[in-house]
C-alpha cells in the first residue's frame, strides 16, 4: 500500500491549497477526481487496483473547505484508512454493476454546500473519465442543482511544475532505464528479436527497482525504423540495422521517458550524421526550456536545428512533451501549444527526423526548467551513435 | 507491432461474425470499440501506444457490412496499414486537443447506412470510454440522427468464450508467472521488502517472455495479511508472517491470475487449517466450473466449504471472476451474478478467508468450462502452505 518513499505532508498540503486555489478561480465547489494520476498526486496513493481492475471504481472529492472524501470499494476500505486518517472514507459492497459507488458519491455531492453550483469532473483534454458513462449519467441525473465543469485542466495547472522531490524520482527513473540499456551487449544483439532484447532491459529494469507499470516501444529495420510507437515484435536484428528503443520506466509512481539508438554491427554515413543533428537537436530544445519561453519555442528550437543540418522533421505530430506521473502529459511542444514554460515543469525533447526511404530516426532525452537554466533529467546518450 | 504469435484470419473472421450476430439482435448498425481490449480482440493489433499515451486516441468502427475502419493518429498509420490491408484506415494529425479524431469519426459515421438508426459505443459495466467527454460530448452532437446505446456487453459476449488459442496463451501466462515464483528462495525473505521480492519475480517473469503490462499486488503481515489488492510497498517481511503475492502476468495480451501463499519460517495451526479450507474451497468452485451452472453456483461452492470447514469468508465482494485479455472480465463469482456458463469460459477461483484479528487469507487459481469437465489452467498451489 504504502508508496516506495513518501511524500512529507506539508507537500501534500501544499498541493491541495494551489488546487483550492485554482477551484476559487474557476469557480468550481469540488472536484471529483477518478484517475490514477490526480488521485496519486493529491493522495500519495498509489495502488495499481483499482484502475486495473474495470469491475471497480475510486473517486476522491476535494471541496472548497473541509476534509477530503475518498470512495472506494470496501475490499480497498482498511489500508486506506490507516494511510489518510482525516479523510472521510466511504466504501460499498462491490462489484456493484450498474452502480459503482454512484449511489454514494451522488449523496455526498448533494450535501455540499453550492457557492457556485458547479462541480469539477475529468473531462477535458487528455483526461479519461475512469467511471463507465452509464454510472456517470446517472450521477449527472442524481445531482441536478450542480453544473458539471472539467477540472483536468486545473489539476495539472498545479501537477505541471514538479517539487525538488518528484524531480529526483524522475531522475532515479532515467537511471534506473540508463542501467537497464548496459542488458545490451555488442556482439549480443544479431539474431535476438526485438521482443527478447526488450524483455532483457525491463527484467534489469525490474531489479534495479523499477515499478511494474512502464511503457516500451521498439523499432527496428534496415536503415532506420518505420514507427517509435510499437510494442517490441518478433523481428529479430540483422547487420546493418538500425534500432531503438523508447521507455517510460516509472520509479515510485513517477516516469522518465527517453529513447536510444543503436545500430547493428554497422552504420551508413547518412545515419551518423543524422544521429549528429538530432543529438544537436536535442540541445537546442533543452537550451529552449527557460521559465517564459513557450512550448511552441521548444518545438521550433529543434525543427530549426535539423533544418539547418539539411533534415526534414518526422511526423510525430510533436517534438516532445510533459512527463510526470503519466509518460506523457500536457504541454505539447508543437507549433500549436502556447503553454508558457514556468520553473518545475519538466519536458521530454523528441525531435524526429526522415530518413531516404521514408525511415524514421527519433531521439529523446528529458529537461527540467529552472531559474538557473535548463538541466538535463535523463542520462546523456553518447555522442556517437553506438554499434553493437 | 506484431504480436507474439498471431491469431489465424479464420479465428480473427470469426470473432467479427459473431459480434456482427449479436449486433444484429441489438439493433445495432455498427460498433466504435475505443479499448485496448475490444481493439485489440478484434484486430489482433496489441500496441500498448495510444492507451498509455491520453494525448492521442484511436477507434476502430465495425459495421453490419463493409470492412473494417480504424482511425488513429498519423504517427501510427504506417504499421496498422501494414498489418491490416483490408480496412480502411483514417489518420488524422495527432495530439489535436479537442478534437482528438472526431470530426473524422463523426464524418464517418454520418456516412453510415441507418438500418437501425443506432450505433454502439463502450459505455455499460465494466466499461471505460477511451476518449475524453468533452470529445465524447462533440460526437455526440455532431452525429444527430444516431441514437448511441451499450455494446460493452455485446462484444463481452463475444470474448467470454476462448479459443484454444486465447487458453493456450492463459496456460503460458500461468507457468511463466509458476516458474517466476522460484525466485522466491527459502531462507532468503526474511528482511526483505515486499517491494524487494516482487522485484525478483517480475524480473524473471519478463526474462521468461511475459508482456510489459503485468498486475501485482502483496500482501504480508504477521499471522495474516490486510489486503490482496495493495501494490508491493516497503515493509520487510519477519518470522511468523504470512504472505501471498497475487499477479496477473501477461503473455501475448492474455492475463493469468493467480495467487500464491507463504509462511515466513513458521505457521500457526489455525493458518495452517486455513490454507486447507482454501485449497478445499478452490477445488469445490473449480468442480462447479460447468456449461450451464451459474457464476452464482460458483460461489456457493465455495462459500459452502469455507462454511463447512468453519471458516467465515472475507469481504473481496466475490470468489473471483471471468478473465482474458483483462484481469479481470465479466461475470462476478457472487451471489447476485446469474450468468449461465458456457464452454471455453475461463474463471479465476478465489475464495477468502478472515483469520483472528481480521486479517485475510486468499487463495486463487484459474479454471477453464470445458464439456469434458472442469480444467485448472494454472499450475496447482502445493497442497501444503510452503514455508521460506
Redesign the interface.
Known amino acids: 500500500?504504502?508508496?516506495?518513499?513518501n511524500f512529507t505532508k506539508a507537500e501534500l498540503d501544499g498541493r491541495i491549497e494551489l488546487l483550492r486555489r485554482e477551484m476559487l478561480d474557476a469557480e468550481v465547489d469540488a472536484v471529483i477526481l477518478a484517475s490514477a494520476p490526480n488521485v496519486g498526486y493529491f493522495t500519495d496513493l498509489?495502488?495499481?487496483?483499482?484502475w486495473?481492475?474495470?469491475?471497480r471504481a475510486a473517486f476522491i472529492m476535494i471541496s472548497l473547505g473541509g476534509t477530503m472524501s475518498v470512495f472506494l470499494?470496501?475490499?480497498?476500505q482498511?489500508?486506506w484508512r490507516e494511510d489518510k486518517p482525516d479523510a472521510t472514507i466511504v466504501s460499498w459492497?462491490?462489484?456493484r454493476?450498474?452502480d459503482?459507488g454512484i449511489t454514494e458519491l451522488a449523496a455526498a455531492i448533494n450535501r455540499l454546500p453550492s457557492r457556485f453550483g458547479k462541480i469539477g469532473?475529468?473531462?477535458?483534454?487528455?483526461?479519461?473519465?475512469?467511471?463507465?458513462?452509464?454510472d456517470?449519467t446517472r450521477l449527472i441525473s442524481m445531482t441536478p442543482s450542480f453544473q458539471r465543469v472539467?477540472c483536468s485542466s486545473i489539476c495539472m495547472n498545479v501537477r505541471m511544475c514538479k517539487s525538488e522531490a518528484e524531480v529526483a524520482r524522475i531522475i532515479a527513473a532515467g537511471e534506473i532505464f540508463g542501467n537497464a540499456l548496459q542488458a545490451l551487449k555488442v556482439g549480443h544483439v544479431e539474431g535476438v528479436s526485438e521482443?527478447a532484447l526488450?524483455?532483457?532491459v525491463?527484467?534489469?529494469a525490474?531489479?534495479l527497482?523499477?515499478d511494474?507499470?512502464?511503457?516500451?516501444?521498439f523499432g527496428s529495420g534496415p536503415g532506420g525504423y518505420?514507427?517509435?510507437?510499437?510494442?517490441p515484435?518478433?523481428?529479430e536484428l540483422k547487420t546493418g540495422d538500425l534500432f531503438t528503443i523508447d521507455a517510460?520506466i516509472r520509479y515510485s509512481s513517477y516516469y522518465c521517458d527517453f529513447n536510444r539508438n543503436f545500430a547493428v554491427g554497422k552504420a551508413t554515413d547518412h545515419i551518423l550524421r543524422a544521429y549528429d543533428a538530432l543529438i544537436e537537436a536535442v540541445e537546442a530544445g533543452v537550451n529552449a526550456c527557460r521559465p517564459g519561453n513557450t512550448a511552441r519555442d521548444v518545438y521550433a528550437a529543434q525543427a530549426n536545428a535539423l533544418f539547418a543540418r539539411g533534415f526534414e522533421g518526422g511526423?510525430?505530430?510533436?517534438f516532445g512533451?510533459g512527463l510526470g506521473r503519466?509518460?506523457?502529459e500536457?504541454p505539447?511542444n508543437?507549433a500549436t501549444d502556447q503553454t508558457i514554460l514556468r520553473e518545475g515543469m519538466i519536458l521530454a525533447i523528441e525531435p524526429a527526423v526522415m530518413l531516404p526511404g521514408?525511415a524514421l530516426m527519433v531521439h529523446e532525452e528529458n529537461a527540467l526548467v529552472s531559474a538557473d537554466g535548463p538541466r538535463y533529467l535523463s542520462p546523456l546518450a553518447p555522442a556517437d551513435l553506438p554499434i553493437l
Chains 1, 2 share one sequence.
Do not use: C, Y
Open positions: 500500500m504504502k508508496p516506495l518513499t498509489n495502488d495499481q487496483f483499482p486495473a481492475v474495470t469491475s470499494p470496501e475490499v480497498m482498511t489500508l459492497p462491490s462489484p454493476p450498474g459503482e469532473f475529468e473531462i477535458g483534454p487528455e483526461s479519461r473519465l475512469q467511471m463507465t458513462i452509464s456517470w472539467d521482443r526488450a524483455g532483457k525491463l527484467s534489469k525490474m531489479d527497482g523499477a511494474n507499470e512502464n511503457f516500451l516501444a518505420h514507427s517509435v510507437v510499437a510494442s515484435g518478433i523481428r517510460g511526423k510525430l505530430g510533436r512533451h503519466q509518460i506523457t500536457p505539447s508543437a521514408g
